[in-house]
């Protein structure tokens, strides 16, 4: 059911900003003020600056629900398309409680920078269902997530050349997996059908590595921010991974995919980690794969022996370490807990954690920031991986294994005549899917970091600031020369 649909073409910008920090700050408000401190490092004119922070088309829907029990429940649901500056449009489908519109037009917008800091030729987009997901069954999720897909289908919001979303809070892929099943039965000659959707199963279409995409991507990141001297120095921390007290808030896909990679590939220490309802301590390290299991049975870190358990989260907020990384949602980290904070790094795996002023504090108190925009765009970049799988209807393994292993082959075979030796066919190896994708992946995001660190020495300007720089420095680039935008 078609509530409202807002098509936006005025490039003037109403937007103004208050200097105290209100208790309700949206993420729009957020980003506005991120895009506007960063512009003044640009040439980009104001009135381009003003049209960025607007979104181009927002829907807005109400969706009812037969539940298991017969009864009818009607929910809020949103997609913002930001900016058309590239098509596809790209970003998240979240299921949870009180979205506001506000927000999800924030993330939208967060969603164009982030894929023009890592140079993927999309806009941004978000949207979701405005419900707990726990407290429907999973037949109830399946219905309302293809009832909302079946909307945005109709809505023209939805399709490989429209807007392609992926998973964030509350989905995953199973629920788009149902997306995509929906997409295939009202548009079946659509023959990159495939590709209306990413962060799919790998039997459904998607592509190896997916899920755990986030948490490698923040992996990489962080390790080439490490290797900064300008950052490290300062801080009195030294480059390596190795040994780092790490605290994350939040352990869903990206928490403890985050968790994991730090843990097991850099051998840092997660010694704390908080959900909404508490949060467990050990100073010598969690176990990370024993607190998922215990974490996926009991859905709770509360019992979980191997750790101390606190039911104030705050109390494992407090905790001191090297890094803290808000792994959980927006605006987690206000100024009603910022000074709690007792880090020399924050960073950002979840989209905008820190509210404007939380941000300001923490650097006044000489804390580094990490910006979300490089933190955590492993996952939308492995969705471009798969939305390029899908449109070509193969896999990178497929169409290059055989002439892979033949040229290995015969290098093997030469080498082997000059040196006298035998081949052996164990010797000859080629990359898997997983393998290139992972490889891809550590190559953009190191990009991304070295770009951000030179334009952040150029203008002697914070990382994050520089990010969202190079961000809007690539769209301008790409959209002055667009019909609709013509400078
Ligand atoms: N999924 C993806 O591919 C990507 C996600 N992101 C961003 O990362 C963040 C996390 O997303 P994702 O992991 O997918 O979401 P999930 O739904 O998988 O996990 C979110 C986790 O955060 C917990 N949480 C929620 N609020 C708080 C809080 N105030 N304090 C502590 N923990 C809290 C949740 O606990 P509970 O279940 O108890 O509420 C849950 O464990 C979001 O900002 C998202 O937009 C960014 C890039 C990619
Ligand atoms: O893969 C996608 O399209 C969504 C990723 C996402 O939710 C994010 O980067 O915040």
Redesign the pocket.
């Known amino acids: 059911m078609l509530k409202r649909l807002v098509g936006r073409t005025s490039l003037i910008s109403k937007f103004s900003f208050s200097t105290n920090e209100s208790t309700d700050i949206s993420v729009r408000d957020s980003i506005h003020r991120l895009i506007d401190r960063a512009s003044m490092y640009t040439r980009i004119p104001g009135s381009f600056i003003d049209g960025l922070k607007k979104c181009s088309h927002v829907l807005e829907l109400s969706i009812p629900l037969k539940k298991d029990n017969g009864q009818l429940a009607v929910f809020e649901a949103y997609r913002a398309h930001h900016s058309i500056h590239a098509l596809p449009l790209k970003g998240?489908i979240r299921f949870a409680p009180n979205m506001r519109l506000a927000d999800i037009e924030g993330v939208a917008a967060l969603m164009t920078l982030k894929m023009a800091c890592a140079d993927i030729p999309y806009g941004g987009a978000h949207g979701g269902i405005s419900v707990d997901p726990s407290s429907l069954s999973v037949l109830e999720q399946e219905r309302l997530a293809r009832a909302y897909a079946k909307e945005l289908i109709k809505s023209g919001f939805m399709g490989p050349s429209i807007d392609v979303p992926?998973?964030?809070?509350?989905t995953d892929g199973r629920t788009m997996a149902w997306i995509m099943d929906e997409f295939l039965k009202i548009a079946p000659d659509v023959t990159e059908g495939l590709a209306a959707v990413t962060?799919k199963p790998e039997a459904a279409g998607g592509i190896a590595g997916r899920k755990e995409a986030?948490g490698l991507g923040f992996y990489f990141a962080l390790k080439n921010f490490l290797e900064d001297e300008e950052l490290v120095e300062p801080l009195e921390l030294t480059k390596e991974l190795k040994g780092k007290k790490i605290i994350i808030?939040?352990?869903?896909?990206?928490?403890y995919h985050v968790s994991k990679f730090l843990s097991e590939n850099g051998k840092a220490k997660i010694i704390g980690v908080?959900?909404?309802n508490g949060g467990v301590y050990k100073a010598t390290g969690l176990d990370i794969t024993a607190l998922k299991t215990y974490y996926d049975e009991n859905k709770t870190l509360k019992g979980f022996t191997e750790g101390k358990h606190f039911d104030n989260?705050e109390d494992v907020l407090s905790k001191t370490c090297d890094i803290f990384i808000p792994?959980?949602?927006?605006n987690?980290i206000t100024v009603n807990n910022s000074h709690l904070l007792k880090c020399k790094i924050v960073a950002e795996?979840?989209?905008l954690p820190l509210s404007i002023k939380a941000e300001e504090n923490l650097i006044k108190n000489g804390v580094a920031i990490l910006p979300d925009i490089i933190m955590?765009s492993g996952?939308?970049i492995s969705s471009y991986f798969e939305y390029v799988k899908n449109i070509g209807h193969i896999s990178p393994e497929k169409l290059t294994k055989r002439w892979e292993l033949k040229s290995n082959e015969k290098i093997l075979q030469f080498l082997a005549r000059i040196l006298g030796t035998e081949v052996q066919n164990s010797d000859l190896q080629v990359a898997s899917d997983l393998e290139i994708v992972n490889n891809a992946l550590e190559d953009i995001i190191q990009n991304s970091v070295k770009t951000a660190k030179k334009t952040s020495k150029l203008y002697s300007i914070s990382y994050k600031d520089a990010a969202y720089v190079n961000a809007l420095n690539r769209i301008y680039e790409n959209l002055r020369y667009s019909s609709h935008y013509a400078a």
Do not use: K, M, R
């Open positions: 998240g992926g998973p964030d809070i509350g962060g986030a808030q939040g352990f869903g896909n990206v928490g908080l959900d909404q989260p792994a959980a949602s927006e987690t795996a979840a989209n955590n996952g939308v």
